[in-house]
């Protein structure tokens, strides 16, 4: 009998022993929308700025800091000295990330690099509190220059100090920018490598040279162009070259995107008749097919998620509002109010600008939970945000 | 008796056709906010005979770099065309000023700059762009009467140079123009040819 309970209490040790050490289930529940509901997490151990921003940054990552009865996972760590930190199953004390500790940069740095590791150890998808943003601010009367920051809008430094008009702003990879400046009287597109300085002008065709979008994989450059006559779809390599217009409506072309795959490019024109509405086209040219958006009028300013599932536009229903749509259109979705939307990495965060003419500021969104936090305002007005991805 | 309550139904009447009149029908159960309507572009179908729609003309962008010239001639600075909402057709009520600055422009080796603005309720890119496409109508125009494309270049400053603030259509109706600036010549004389 002794010998009957040693071999069951062997086994199922060796069994549980094999178990243990084999997966960590993280349950995932996803909302109907497909984005992942907030896991909740009990946090300890920082303190002052740390805890704060480690918060703010798991937010924004669908991760929430909730009591410990009510959290899934422990996050624990410290700032006493640099920061460090780990997560742990609440029941079953798996460690879910091992604890690690950053050096370099200052205490923010350190702990945008612990929340995108947790975020990452959680959800499985991209930080994005590393990547910066670039955003277009007013200095003064008739002035306006590219900025970048932090995404949460700290450290925030002028990248242009040229005091003309400049416009739209986006990545080109995580290291250069494309904007649209007036530097030599019309809207002219240049490259700004973002260490040297060093810029270069991309399309300097005659009427407007407008609304830059680098493809994903930076080899392209999808733009809107008058020299024809009309303000038309084109693309060109990175460099300018092999220049090739899509479109060639008489109507006036706005906003191009990418979709993630760079197969794609969505758009804002008007359909026969008069209506304004988003398209998309192949990036190689051919037949455009409207997206619908029924219920957000006036689309426009689109921008196509990472991960491919959404488009998130502004609509004009009395003030401006952002809305998604499954990239094949059709049905809609309210998420803010504001406009010019631009999506973070994770495809579940992105900010926006909002606020009256003149006195605009950026704001974080939290898309599947709605939540949002302005983020403090550059000097006198912040608009045309884009997420570095 | 009779004749009060005939005059207090009629009254009630008279209510309940301007209750219904004035109730307009929201089909998208929207609520305009102060100072906002949600316009549709078919709101603003012009009356009368529409200037005809024509082939986009190209621009060579030797006119890009050009300075504005010192004295603004009152024709061109009298004869700012103003647009509808979010449209950047011509309008036949525009007609008389664009043939003035058609005048003008033959009269002499001129070259000008069209600048096309928008007002504010358009998101800034689409501005840009619709800002674009109301200075080459314009130039358009100006082209079918006579003028040289060469002499005509354009710019869009969408919504970012309103003429008046304001969040009224009093200020809309005002920034939704295109605008004329005379040119210098290059040092080397005039860069067109061709017929006026």
Known sequence: MRTLIACIVTFALTFRAFGAEDRIVIERPMDDL???KPIPVAISGFSGEVDSVLKNDLLFMGVINVPVDQAKYLVNGSNSDRVEGGVTDKVTKHPVMPRKGYTGGN????????????AQALTQLPGIAQRKITFKVHTGPGAKEIYIADYDGHNPRAVTQDGVNVSAPCWAGRLSLFYSSYKFG??????????SGQRKAIARYGGSNISPAVSPDGSKVAMILSKSGSPDLYVSDIEGGNLRQLTSTAEAESSPCWSPDGRMICYTSRERGGRPSLFK??????????IPTPGAPIPSEPDWSPNGKWIAFTSLIGTF?????PSDGGRVYEVAEG???????NSRAL??????DGGKHLSLLDVPTKQFKDVPRVLESNSQPAWAR | MKCTKFVNLTAVTLLAVAVAAGCSRNPQAVTPLHGYKDKSVTDEVPKG???????????SGNLSGLQAAADQPAVLRDNVVYFAYDRADVRPSEGSKLDAVASYMKGGNRLVRVEGHCDERGTEEYNRSLGERRALKVREYLVRAGVSADRIDTISHGEDKPAVSGHSEAAWSKNRRAEFLLLQAPPSGVGASGPQ
């Open chain 1, 351 to 356: 900010i926006y600008c909002k606020g009256p």
């Open chain 1, 321 to 325: 509002r952002i809305f998604i749509t």
């Open chain 1, 339 to 345: 406009e010019d939307p631009s999506w973070a990495p």
């Open chain 1, 186 to 195: 019309n809207a002219v597109i240049f490259s700004h490598v973002l260490q």
């Open chain 2, 49 to 59: 005979p529409m200037v005809g729609d024509s082939q986009p003309i190209p621009l």
């Open chain 1, 281 to 290: 086209i192949s990036a190689n040219g051919g037949r455009p097919e409207v």
């Open chain 1, 107 to 118: 205490l923010r740095s350190q702990t945008h690099a612990l929340a995108d590791d947790i």
């Open chain 1, 34 to 36: 497909g984005f992942l």
